[in-house]
C-alpha cells in the first residue's frame, strides 16, 4: 500500500510560483501513472496534470498548460508540480494521486490512492 504525502503549497500572489511535492512510501511508484487533482471551495475535484510512469508522456487541463509542469523523480519517488504565473482562480485544495495503469489519465477514476492535499491560496 502507497502512502502519498503532498508539500510546498501556501499563500502567494497572483503571477507568483509555488513548487508543489508529494512524496510516496510504502512502495515504489515508478511504474504507475501520477497525477495532481485540485478542489475549490464548493466545486468537484477537477484534473491538474498526469505523468506517465518514466515521465516522457505527460498531459495537463487547458486551465494549466504553459503555466504548470509535472515532474517525477522515480529514484526519490517523489512527484513535482511546478505552478508559474499563478493566478486568482488557481486557489484550491492540491492532491496527489497514484493510478492503476503506466500511462497518463486525466479521469480521477484512473486513480486509487491520494494524498491528502496541500493547500494554494493565489491573493489577487
Known amino acids: 500500500q502507497v502512502q502519498l504525502v503532498e508539500s510546498g503549497g501556501g499563500l502567494v500572489q497572483a503571477g507568483g510560483s509555488l513548487r508543489l511535492s508529494c512524496a510516496a512510501s510504502?512502495?515504489?511508484?515508478?511504474?504507475?501513472?501520477m497525477g495532481w487533482f485540485r478542489q475549490a471551495p464548493g466545486k468537484e475535484r477537477e484534473f491538474v496534470a498526469t505523468?506517465?510512469?518514466?515521465?516522457?508522456?505527460?498531459a495537463y487541463a487547458e486551465s494549466v498548460k504553459g503555466r504548470f509542469t509535472i515532474s517525477r523523480d522515480n529514484a526519490k519517488n517523489t512527484v513535482y508540480l511546478q505552478m508559474n504565473s499563478l493566478k486568482f482562480e488557481d486557489t484550491a485544495i492540491y492532491y496527489c494521486a497514484a493510478g492503476v495503469v503506466s500511462s497518463p489519465r486525466t479521469s480521477k477514476y484512473n486513480y486509487n490512492t491520494w494524498g491528502q492535499g496541500t493547500q494554494v491560496t493565489v491573493s489577487s
Open positions: 505523468i506517465g510512469w518514466n515521465g516522457a508522456s505527460t
Open positions: 510504502g512502495r515504489a511508484i515508478s511504474s504507475v501513472v
